[in-house]
DNA sequence: ATAATGACATGTT
DNA sequence: TAACATGCCATTA
C-alpha cells in the first residue's frame, strides 16, 4: 500500500453525494500533482474490499466524461450511480461537469507541499 | 535495463 | 467537433 495510494482513497472517500473530481484534481489533492494516470490505474485494481466503501464512480475525467476502461466495472454502471444521486448524464456519457465539481478546501487537501502551493495557488 | 500500457490532461490542428 | 500530439508516471512485460 503506498502513501499515493492511501491519499488517492482519504480524497476520493471524501467526495460529497453528489458531486464529482476529476482524476488530476484528485491526484492534485493526493500531493500528486501530475499523477492523474495513476489514479485511474489505482481505481482500476482496487479489490472488492475497497470498492465497497468508496464511491469511485465520483471520479471522472476532467471534462466530464466517464472514462472508464478494461475494468469490472462499465461506463452504464458508473452513469447509473451518478443519475442515482442527482446528475443528468447524457447518452454520450457526458455531462457538465462544472454544474457538480467539488472543490475541496485547504483544510481537505493531504500534505501540502510547496510545488503543490506553488501550482494550485 | 528498456519498452509498452493506461478509469488522464492540455494544447494544437 | 474531432483527431492528433505531447507530457505524465506507476506498473507490467
Redesign the pocket.
Known sequence: M?K??ENVIKIVSKIPYGKVM????V?LCAS???????????????NYEE?KNLP??R?????G?????????LPPE?KQKLEAEGLKIKK?LTFDINNYRYIPTPEEYLELTDDFLDEKF
Open positions: 503506498t499515493f495510494k476529476s482524476y488530476g484534481q491526484a500528486f500533482p501530475r499523477g492523474a494516470r495513476q489514479v485511474g490505474w489505482i481505481l482500476n485494481k482496487l470498492t469511485w464512480w471520479v471522472v475525467n476532467n471534462e466524461r466517464i472514462s472508464i476502461k478494461n475494468s469490472e466495472y458508473q454520450d
